[in-house]
């Protein structure tokens, strides 16, 4: 089975503009997380969906950035407008949410500059 | 909030050697999982406690959940150059969703 799939892998952007990140969590799966990772700040979680519906959107940074998961194998992640300081590496990861397990298996990232 | 603190930050070791890290939490885990990173990928997961002194293993790698429930330790056997990466410390306060929280990080140099 496939893993969890990130698009693009890099995104170059200029300051201002509108950046859309996707992912396709693994199928079956009923957790949906996104993840910003910087060297400063470390891995911080922005938003969890659980069978679609956004659950804890605690970690989304601003107003700027917006998530949405339309159906269980797609989600994006939009940050409107962009700025330098949105530069990071982006993760999806997704998990079957069950009892007390929770694993999250993660994708490859999408490595956003914003210029 | 809640604090992971991994050590140590960063370590160079010669091939062959064993590693030992770990995370320290202000507070109580109840699942500790650890997961590896290398260059240009996201985190894999390498191995997942549930249960107040457990020790489990996965190859060379064995992890423990510490009895105060506020530690974990990841120990490498006989660390090979592909042991090269960021390992990465993670626990969640209890049942069901509960917001993960990550460690800083532990990057280790293997050095043929």
């Known amino acids: 089975d496939a893993g969890v799939i990130q698009s693009p892998r890099h995104e170059v952007t200029e300051m201002g503009q509108e950046v859309t990140l996707r992912c396709k969590p693994i199928?079956?799966?009923?957790?949906l997380f996104w993840y910003r990772q910087t060297m400063m700040r470390g891995l911080e979680l922005l938003i969890y969906?659980?069978?679609?519906?956004?659950?804890?959107d605690s970690g989304m940074p601003e107003d700027r950035f917006s998530a949405k998961m339309p159906n269980a194998s797609f989600s994006t992640l939009k940050i409107q407008p962009s700025e330098p300081r949105d530069s990071a590496v982006y993760f999806c990861a997704s998990s079957w949410l069950a009892g007390n397990t929770d694993t999250q298996y993660f994708g490859p990232g999408t490595r956003l500059t914003v210029l | 909030g809640q604090q992971l603190n991994q050590s140590p930050q960063s370590m160079f070791i010669q091939e062959g050697e064993d590693v030992s890290m770990n995370c320290t939490s202000s507070?109580?885990?109840?699942?500790w999982l650890w997961y590896k990173q290398d260059p240009g990928e996201g985190p894999v997961l390498l191995i997942a406690?549930?249960?107040?002194?457990e020790l489990t293993s996965n190859g060379r790698l064995t992890a423990q959940f510490g009895i105060t429930r506020k530690d974990s330790f990841l120990n490498i056997s006989a660390s090979i150059p592909s042991d090269v990466g960021i390992y990465f410390c993670a626990g969640q306060p209890s049942g069901g969703y509960q917001k993960v929280t990550f460690g800083t990080g532990t990057k280790l140099q293997v050095i043929p």
């Open positions: 969906f659980n069978n679609n519906v956004p659950i804890d």
């Open positions: 507070s109580i885990f109840n699942t």
């Open positions: 406690l549930y249960k107040a002194g």
């Open positions: 199928s079956g799966h009923n957790s």
